[in-house]
């Protein structure tokens, strides 16, 4: 169990702090809830304690893991399918993991395809969101800006030399 002030991953979702623990009556079903604040974008999410294991929620890495991440961001993209319905589920299915290796392989190859070939509008949604979720869990665990966790990311995938 995840206690107030605790930095956690809420997968689809991204990375914030359990700002407390209430208990709601919701349709006749009181439960206790994490009321979670997620920095970016300034979002509040209610997640059922009783369920959040089930749903993947995780404390936040460590720096060093950012770091292991980071270093993944620049291996290149690796083999998606041709079909643009199989390779969408399979992106889906690996941000729904929570995990942050999973996140961070869909973030770098959606960034190296809309580079070469551009992307399908689900696909550039689907990238905004894995983005958004990496960029949280960077920003709790490293405490930088927003902005500067999209320039270490940018720098991963592209290197240091290359601007998007």
Do not use: C
């Not at 041709?82 to 729904?96: H, I, T």
């Not at 929570?98 to 551009?118: C, H, P, Q, T, Y």
């Amino acid at each position: 169990m995840f206690e107030v002030g605790d930095k956690v991953v809420y997968p689809m979702h991204g990375a914030g702090v359990i700002e407390r623990i209430e208990k709601k009556k919701i349709l006749d079903d009181e439960r206790e809830y994490y009321m979670m604040k997620i920095p970016f974008g300034d979002m509040n999410v209610m997640i059922p304690v009783d369920n959040s294991e089930n749903i993947g929620m995780r404390s936040v890495v460590s720096d060093e893991e950012i770091d292991a991440v980071m270093a993944q961001m620049g291996q290149g993209i690796t083999e998606m399918p041709d079909n643009w319905n199989k390779r969408y589920r399979e992106n889906v299915a690996k941000l729904r993991s929570g995990d942050i290796f999973n996140v961070a392989e869909v973030v770098r190859n959606l960034m190296i395809s809309e580079k070469s070939k551009g992307l399908s509008t689900g696909e550039r949604k689907m990238l905004l969101n894995a983005k958004q979720i990496l960029i949280s869990e960077m920003v709790l665990v490293r405490g930088i800006a927003i902005e500067e966790a999209e320039t270490q990311i940018e720098d991963a995938v592209f290197g240091e030399a290359v601007k998007v």
